[in-house]
């Protein structure tokens, strides 16, 4: 296992998976536009053949620029935060989650087409908090708080409260990330019980908590007394 150090070690490259995967969604989203074509057909459709291939396809896939606008922010700013924090998992994290996140989706959604990479943002944002609180690592808390206090609102929306959102989608990205929080807690950066080192002084007492110095100890004791 990596130590501490080298886990939170900085580096560029955090931002490479953020970055391509914001551009990507932005570069499919222009193609709709400039040639004309309509996506949503190749997200999610519960229950179906046809629509399983939106568990692939469904987390690039956004109906409009502010649906895009409202998901790129977090999107770039939790993976950032989940390729520094977990990076020996973030891949893990984000591929595994991704696919079981359009397929809890596929199995629970009402039959619409459910597009947006809304659920890799409830996913992120799910494994991130809750690592955080399990691990209980001051730096992991102090981001698990962070994250709730910028997101936290989100939480809402894994409830039917808005119509023509796709709460299945953030509530399956939710628990998903929740139950890799479980299985991936021990990877990375945990917090390390004290060890408790024995000296020579610890030797000195016995098993009920007694003083019992070795006999050449209690003798140079008293010699210096009768000085």
């Known amino acids: 296992m990596m130590n501490e150090e080298n886990l939170l070690k900085f580096k560029p490259s955090i931002f490479i998976i953020p970055t391509l995967f914001v551009v990507a969604i932005w570069f499919i989203y222009w193609i709709e536009i400039k040639f004309g074509f309509n996506f949503n057909k190749f997200g999610v459709f519960p229950r179906s053949f046809k629509g399983f291939r939106g568990v692939f396809c469904t987390h690039f896939i956004h109906s409009n ?15 950032s935060s989940l390729f520094y924090f977990y990076k020996d998992v973030a891949y893990k994290v984000l591929f595994i989650g991704a696919f079981f996140t359009g397929f809890l989706t596929w199995l629970i959604a009402r ?34 708080l962070i994250i709730i206090f910028s997101y936290g609102s989100m939480i809402w929306y894994v ?22 929080t479980i299985i991936y807690r021990k990877k990375g950066i945990v917090k390390q019980e004290h060890q408790f080192t024995q000296t020579e002084f610890d030797t000195y ?22 000085e």
């Open 65 to 79: 620029t502010n649906h895009l606008f409202n998901n790129s922010i977090p999107l770039f700013v939790l993976l």
């Open 159 to 180: 409830l039917p409260i808005k119509e023509g959102m796709s709460w299945e989608g953030h509530l399956s990205g939710f628990l998903v990330g929740s139950v890799l």
């Open 111 to 144: 039959e619409s087409y459910h597009i947006g990479a809304s659920g890799i943002v409830y996913l992120v944002f799910s494994f991130v908090f809750f690592s955080g609180v399990i691990r209980k690592h001051f730096r992991l808390v102090a981001l698990s």
């Open 205 to 226: 007492f016995d098993e009920n908590g007694n003083f019992n110095p070795p006999k050449f100890l209690e003798k140079e004791s008293t010699e210096k007394e009768l």
